[in-house]
């Protein structure tokens, strides 16, 4: 069993719908949760970090974390076309950058306009 | 944020030869460098952290003396491929962390491409 499951899509929306992508994992010694960002041949830039259970906010970007079932979601509202990209989503148990990200596959998201 | 550069972003080689991908850090030091490999449609696999003046530590599996990392300084780490060979084609990206930097200040670079024919 891979530590962090994510399915790869890819998912299609049209422009201005709700989207929703989804990780699970396996180890509960994972603390921090990120969401990344990588458009086509570009590296990953970060979207939104987590630490715990709980939701955040920002804009119209939603994390949340729910560490009793294992399972991590990012929501998008009113999506546009240019949230095309893949997100991938990644774990640590360490809060120092020095320590090592698990990252899943990545959910390939294409928002038609 | 802060930035990291890559270079080249884009190399063709042929079989056999070696190849050296830079990573630096352009406004900030990094105490810390990782080496990813990313096959298409597929995530990105640590293949080895780099501590700037100490040896890297690879991850299971990766041949150590095929892809050998010096971090030299503070803001450039060198990943180079050695007797490269198609199996090794690529996107090969790199990440930097500043020294007791928090979960959220690992900051990745642009990615290489890299083709062996």
């Known amino acids: 069993q891979k530590e962090v499951e994510q399915d790869p899509g890819p998912l299609s929306v049209p422009e201005g719908a709700i989207v929703s992508l989804n990780c699970t994992y396996s180890?509960?010694?994972?603390?921090?949760f990120m969401w990344y960002r990588q458009y086509s041949r570009k590296g990953p830039e970060l979207l939104m970090y987590?630490?715990?259970?709980g939701n955040k906010e920002d804009g119209r970007f939603t994390a949340q974390v729910d560490k009793s079932s294992k399972y991590i979601s990012l929501f998008i509202r009113d999506s546009q076309p240019s949230d095309s990209a893949t997100y991938l989503c990644a774990m640590s148990s360490e809060y120092s950058s020095a320590s090592k990200i698990i990252f899943g596959s990545g959910t390939r998201l294409s928002i038609r306009p | 944020g802060a930035v990291v550069s890559q270079h080249p972003s884009r190399v063709i080689c042929k079989s056999g030869t070696s190849v050296k991908i830079e990573c630096r850090s352009l406004d900030f030091q990094a105490t810390t460098m990782f080496w990813y490999r990313q096959f298409p449609k597929k995530s990105l696999m640590l293949m080895a952290t780099s501590n700037e003046g100490s040896k890297a530590t690879y991850e299971q599996g990766v041949e150590k003396d095929k892809f050998l990392i010096n971090h030299a300084s503070l803001t450039l780490s060198t990943l180079t491929v050695t007797s490269a060979h198609p199996e090794d084609s690529s996107f090969y990206i790199c990440?930097?962390?500043?020294?007791?930097?928090?979960?959220?200040?690992?900051?990745f670079g642009p990615g290489t491409r890299l083709l062996v024919l």
């Open positions: 180890n509960s010694a994972f603390q921090y």
């Open positions: 987590t630490y715990s259970s």
């Open positions: 990440s930097a962390s500043p020294p007791a930097g928090g979960r959220e200040t690992q900051y």
